[in-house]
């Protein structure tokens, strides 16, 4: 698999874990939900956040990982 065909399965796991979070937002304002209930959904959607940044921002890694010039974050380098 090429670093360009591993951008593309990067980008459906954004749109995937996109899908979720917009499944799970409208939940939060829910009234027949308690507060633990709704402190869980909060948890779950700052991880799902974090791993939509993370995601694609190695989608853009995979995607330009051969350009001449560019700058990779160091975050995702050895």
Do not use: F, W
């Not at 899908?19 to 991880?47: D, G, H, Q």
Request: charged share 30%; net charge positive; proline share 1%.
């Amino acid at each position: 698999m090429t670093m360009k065909q591993m951008s593309v399965e990067y980008r459906r796991s954004a749109e995937l874990l996109k899908k979720r979070i917009r499944e799970l937002t409208p939940l939060i304002s829910k009234e027949n939900l308690n507060e633990t209930e709704k402190a869980l959904i909060r948890s779950r959607l700052v991880t799902l956040n974090s791993m939509l940044t993370d995601t694609l921002a190695i989608a853009v890694l995979t995607e330009r990982y051969y350009e001449r010039g560019y700058r990779r974050s160091a975050r995702y380098t050895i």
